[in-house]
């Protein structure tokens, strides 16, 4: 139990607030603490252009990408690249342009999840975004817009961020629940040196996905993967008749909807193998029970993939856990969540993915490196060619899902190469994302590490 004597200040500065939780949040001691540094504290208001969240709206997608605007969520601000997102029309959604992002501002998540941060690369630029994400411009002629997200991305700033929440089920906070918060004002070299960090992470961040899209389009351009049948029919043989590794017998219409029967005819013209024969292992961890310590091997589930980093994971008691070691990933592994968002994939490559225990809702990949590059393997599944073969096999009413001897009955092209100019590449921009995930932290560290020196 926290306990706490209320200042007559404390409430005139929260809008009269009287729930405990917000004077007892760590928030407070995060303000007391900043509040106390002997340098200039301006509020984050003063230092902002704007802070607003965007206008709530009637959303209308649409499937052509030339007449819609990419459309992220305060789920796809964190992603590490931007596939698959939704595009909202530019005919029938009103005054689109207030929802646009632009690159070097610094978004908040502000309703259900809050507090996650992020800075706008140029991958953000001209992409809409939803009411929940908050937009702060900050006004870089008063302080540099990378070293006011580092500070807001610290554990000071977070705890600044998230004290002012309200909502019984679904916590929101508002603009006016922030434009108070109190920025430090460090010396203009330690800020450039902070900024220019998560400069340098958004740049590479940016090359990354460029270099990512490219060899997804490489591959998804070799085959021709559309079918514009909507309905179609199918024979009692190709029911029952299965293939190597899937012999269930299916009777669901998307099982054998078109476009995946036409892309596994056209990938079958040339040099090809199932997945399953190119794998020297394909599994799940089958973790039911879990006990939690402070310090153990990280867990991700299928929420955690395809993001920029991994913050607050738990961690998995070495102890009490069952099969830590073959649960636990590796060097390029490829990772496949078959639980709820079925086809989200990952690699782990010397990166942030490597060392952790991955749950039952993620399949692992260990590939036949002699026969495939793992990161070619990476890049087909992530393109459509592999996600419609992934797609076609789902099943369940309210949580869909895969198995892996479906993921083995994946028919993957084989390039001459081996799959190893792809994969060099895809190894070159892996190691570019963790690189640029080291630089935000570095920088994060360092305002944490300046505040505490002000603190003696």
Request: hydrophobic share 35%; glycine share 6%.
């Amino acid at each position: 139990m926290k306990v706490a004597i209320t200042k007559n200040s404390w409430l005139h500065g929260s809008d009269l607030r009287l729930d405990a939780s917000f004077h007892l949040s760590e928030g407070r001691q995060a303000k007391n603490t900043i509040m106390r540094l002997s340098i200039e504290k301006q509020n984050l208001s003063k230092l902002s252009l704007k802070i607003y969240n965007g206008a709530r709206f009637k959303r209308v997608y649409v499937s052509d990408k030339n007449r819609g605007i990419a459309f992220m969520g305060s789920s796809d601000m964190l992603k590490s690249d931007f596939y698959g997102l939704k595009y909202l029309s530019k005919v029938y959604t009103k005054n689109i342009s207030e929802l646009l992002i632009k690159k070097d501002w610094i978004l908040v998540s502000c309703s259900g999840t809050i507090g996650n941060t992020v800075y706008t690369s140029l991958d953000f630029d001209g992409k809409a975004a939803s009411q929940h994400i908050m937009r702060i411009i900050p006004d870089n002629s008063k302080i540099k817009s990378g070293y006011l997200y580092a500070y807001l991305s610290s554990k000071y700033g977070y705890s600044l961020l998230t004290q002012g929440t309200y909502g019984a089920v679904i916590q929101h906070i508002e603009p006016e629940h922030i434009e108070n918060i109190p920025v430090p004002i460090f010396h203009e070299n330690k800020q450039l040196e902070i900024h220019n960090l998560i400069v340098k992470s958004a740049e590479l961040r940016v090359t990354a996905n460029k270099m990512l899209e490219d060899v997804i389009s490489e591959i998804e351009d070799k085959y021709a993967i559309m079918s514009k049948k909507l309905c179609y029919s199918t024979n009692i043989k190709s029911i029952l008749k299965g293939d190597k590794f899937t012999n269930e017998t299916r009777v669901e219409a998307d099982f054998y909807q078109p476009q995946a029967e036409k892309l596994i005819y056209e990938l079958k013209k040339q040099e090809w193998s199932f997945l399953g024969d190119l794998a020297n292992k394909i599994q799940r961890s089958g973790l039911r029970e879990r006990h939690f310590v402070k310090v153990g091997i990280p867990l991700i589930t299928g929420q955690n993939l395809n993001l920029n980093k991994l913050g607050d994971l738990k961690m998995l008691s070495r102890k009490f856990t069952r099969n830590i070691e073959k649960n636990t990933t590796k060097d390029n592994d490829v990772l496949i969540s078959v639980q709820g968002t079925i086809g989200k994939i990952e690699y782990s490559y010397k990166n942030i993915y490597q060392g952790v225990f991955a749950s039952e809702q993620l399949t692992k990949v260990s590939v036949k490196q002699e026969l495939i590059h793992p990161g070619y393997i990476y890049a087909f599944l992530k393109s459509k060619l592999g996600k419609i073969q992934l797609q076609k096999h789902k099943t369940g009413s309210v949580i869909e899902w895969i198995i892996e001897n479906n993921i083995a009955s994946t028919v993957v092209p084989i390039p001459n190469d081996k799959g190893f100019a792809i994969g060099s590449i895809v190894d070159k921009l892996t190691l570019m994302r963790q690189e640029a995930c080291n630089y935000e932290t570095t920088a994060i560290q360092l305002v944490e590490t300046e505040i505490e020196q002000w603190q003696h």
